[in-house]
């Protein structure tokens, strides 16, 4: 195996990427090298654990101890931390999340007395992110007239005013955000050439994991670190570079040969994940794109089952389809709920699947909701912590001092806000010398705003001895969070309680895990970092056996058994507001190969021909992304059709029907496009499909009473105590039967829809006991 020099692993969907870096560095290790001269980036805390625990296992843990081994932004932020007075920063830096800098962001547009509805905070908090993502700072920003130019036709003149106020109060604020680290990091390497020459010295070999994924920052800072020995080995798959929306450059693995001599090139093609038919299937959709590495993905697998297409009339059908073959396929199978994922474009497709789910009583989970660490009662314990670290973080403190309720108003705390700006000091310092100060505060209140910085400074003795869950615990009760939770005696407040009591189990447990580590205490600082920088699944904790809900994005690196792709419709996936390039087109097709390569036995695909979107129903056609795939891998259970609607006039009012159509006015029928030579078929039948067929109700779903001609008899097989199936409502007891003829009720009670009653003649019913 190559040890010096860099090197490019291009490595196809379920082929073992993880593992190659861990044997990778395993080997460098065995043959030598250092671990602390080794870096290894990767894009989620988890994917560092699962290596870290991995090369352990073959090397020992004593020296994987040793490696800098995390997330790009885990590893910067340690670097930054060691050198932060160098730009001035203290080194306990407060580490802002987006709701933290939503927040400030907000406050600056309401003191500029800006129109909030042009200025909307999260556009803005946007931009800036895209701005630091590209080395645009507030100086690059005001030196480019472009850029001005575009903010003003935008109807926002003042963007760089916000951009310039935003980074001079986290300055001052001795915080960061996320894009920081990384923009940070690039000052820092770049202004300071010994700091370069340093880290390049410590950093002799360099592994980067799913390298299609760095943006251009991320790419400098490895170019930077690697440009002395030029040890570097990246792995990635440009088939799956699928977050073009945060900034990630195909080019960086694209052009990785260029920008080093000498490169040596390694294809993994063997996918161990999935069944022939799903890796052929995924090559014939991204053979399609134009931007790409040259790779043929082969699999030793099985055959499998093909790939199911199925057509639904609605979003709801299409809930209902999803729920029942989940159902059916794990009585057949005898498989748990954790063998299957549901994989969409946009989060709010979920609902429909959810409602599905419910009625049929699947557990299910959806990734990718409010992370833990987001919930308020969480955000309110975490930023009293961020204050005992760093009493000039301005976010924390606005947020606490008033909570539980001190007296002290937003009157009192905007004046504080104008004195700390007037002052150029932090708005804690302007409490520690409010008595020096004429800020015209009521005596009363300065005492408030005393006892509250007395509070915060015996945290800080505490914290000089006392490990996280310690500090966390006295914290929570001597503050009031817990008495002033536990005064609300609703649902909610006993779940607040719970969450805050589950926030100080994990700091126990993080506190006995950090005791494994090298130079760790378990300390708050260390606590707030790890949590500032985790990612959505990596918070995540086995909940039990549930299906997977949750967008492509988020399914990357996951496998389950069984997939389905739902919403397969022109302008939801591929989006809309991603086809007016052939770029976006290629990433929309790449986050398809992403999705359809998580399955390892079988896939779905569904549409529907109508869905909700914003209250109204719209008309759907199928996907681009399902023609494109070749048809020997699909297995089409419904056919792809034009929808026609029953009309709700009498087609006889407009005339005789035309004789060259040959069939009676009142036939509504659907008619299909067949899909060139496909073997179209509907339902279980084998045979070709006819062009047209009419609507028929689904079998397993059949009406249990029929009208007798024009006599107004009902004729009714149920009966009360009968248990029966509703389309809608799901399983139910028939309580009560009452009426004739035509308007005979049934009164069932459903597990979970409640008790309704239902007018048999419509009611479609099946009774299963």
């Not at 557990?363 to 009493?391: A, T, W």
């Not at 909940?543 to 996951?558: F, Q």
């Not at 991603?578 to 390569?597: C, D, H, I, K």
Request: net charge neutral.
């Amino acid at each position: 195996m190559q040890i010096d020099g860099p090197m490019i692993v291009i490595a196809g969907a379920g082929s073992g990427k993880t593992r190659v870096l861990t044997y990778r560095i395993a080997y460098l290790m065995s043959k030598g090298i250092d671990p602390f001269n080794i870096l290894a980036l990767t894009f989620t805390n988890k994917a560092a654990r699962e290596m870290k625990e991995r090369i352990a296992g073959i090397v020992g843990s004593s020296e994987a101890k040793n490696l800098w081994m995390g997330t790009f932004h885990s590893v910067f932020a340690k670097i930054l931390r060691i050198e932060a007075d160098k730009l001035g920063y203290p080194s306990n830096f407060t580490i802002y999340d987006t709701q933290d800098s939503d927040r400030l962001i907000a406050s600056i547009i309401k003191e500029m007395r800006l129109d909030k509805d042009i200025y909307k905070y999260k556009q803005i908090r946007s931009r800036i992110s895209s701005y630091k993502n590209s080395l645009i700072t507030v100086r690059a920003y005001f030196q480019n007239p472009e850029l001005i130019e575009a903010d003003t036709m935008a109807r926002r003149p003042r963007m760089g005013d916000i951009y310039k106020a935003y980074v001079e109060r986290c300055f001052k604020a001795g915080a960061m955000d996320f894009d920081d680290l990384l923009l940070k990091t690039n000052e820092l390497l770049t202004r300071f050439p010994e700091v370069l020459a340093k880290y390049q010295n410590r950093f002799k070999y360099i592994l980067v994991d799913e390298y299609q994924d760095t943006n251009h920052s991320q790419y400098l800072i490895v170019r930077a670190l690697s440009d002395k020995f030029q040890n570097i080995c990246v792995v990635g798959d440009d088939a799956q570079s699928i977050y073009a929306f945060r900034g990630a450059n195909i080019n960086n693995i694209l052009n990785f040969q260029k920008d080093y001599d000498d490169v040596s090139v390694y294809r993994l093609e063997q996918n161990y994940r999935s069944t022939k038919n799903i890796v052929n299937a995924a090559n014939s959709i991204i053979d399609k794109n134009q931007t790409k590495l040259d790779k043929i993905v082969w699999t030793a697998n099985e055959e499998g089952s093909k790939i199911k297409v199925n057509r639904s009339l609605t979003d709801s059908d299409e809930g209902r389809y999803v729920a029942s073959t989940i159902f059916e396929n794990k009585m057949q199978h005898q498989l748990k709920n954790s063998d299957f994922a549901v994989l969409y474009r946009t989060n709010a497709q979920s609902r429909a699947i959810e409602d599905a789910l419910r009625k049929r009583d699947i557990k299910y989970r959806i990734y990718g909701g409010l992370s833990f660490y987001q919930r308020k009662e969480i955000k309110d314990v975490l930023c009293y912590l961020r204050l005992v670290l760093n009493p000039a973080d301005e976010e924390a403190l606005k947020r606490v001092i008033n909570f539980p309720a001190r007296g002290i108003g937003q009157t009192t705390i905007d004046k504080l806000i104008v004195a700390a700006n007037g002052y150029d000091q932090s708005i804690f310092e302007i409490m520690e010398n409010i008595d020096s100060l004429d800020l015209k505060i009521n005596s009363g209140t300065k005492t408030k705003l005393q006892d509250f910085v007395t509070l915060i400074k015996s945290y800080q003795v505490m914290n000089q001895s006392a490990d996280v869950f310690e500090l966390a615990e006295h914290v929570t009760k001597t503050s009031g969070l817990i008495r002033e939770y536990n005064k609300d005696g609703t649902p909610e407040g006993v779940t607040r309680m719970e969450n805050i009591e589950e926030l100080l189990n994990g700091m126990k447990d993080f506190v006995e895990g950090q005791k494994e580590l090298v130079d760790s205490t378990g300390s708050l600082a260390e606590f707030l970092e790890d949590v500032a920088l985790a990612t959505d699944l990596d918070n995540d904790k086995d909940t039990g056996d549930s299906v997977a809900l949750m967008t492509i994005h988020l399914a990357k690196g996951l496998e389950f058994p069984y997939v389905y792709i739902v919403g397969l419709e022109e302008d939801l996936f591929p989006s809309a507001m991603s086809m007016n390039t052939r770029s976006e087109l290629e990433e929309e097709r790449r986050l398809f190969y992403v999705a359809l390569t998580r399955a390892e036995k079988q896939a779905y695909l569904t549409y529907a021909l109508s869905r909700y979107r914003w209250g109204k129903l719209i008309d759907s056609e199928p996907s681009r992304f399902i023609e494109e795939i070749d048809e020997a891998y699909l297995d089409i259970v419904t056919p792809i059709e034009e929808r026609r609607f029953n009309p709700m006039l009498d087609a006889d009012i407009f005339g005789d029907v035309l004789p060259d159509k040959g069939r009676s006015s009142t036939a509504h029928t659907f008619r299909y496009k067949p899909a060139k030579s496909r073997n179209i078929k509907s339902g279980d039948s084998k045979k070709k499909t006819s062009g047209e067929f009419k609507l028929r109700t689904p079998k397993h779903l059949k009406p249990v009473s029929k009208v007798s001609g024009n006599s107004n008899v009902v004729d009714t097989n149920l009966a009360v105590g009968n248990r029966v199936e509703h389309l809608r409502f799901g399983t139910g007891e028939v309580l009560k039967i009452e009426g004739t003829g035509p308007d005979t009720k049934a009164e069932i009670k459903f597990s979970h829809g409640g008790v309704k009653k239902l007018l048999l003649r419509f009611a479609k019913l099946k009774v299963i006991g």
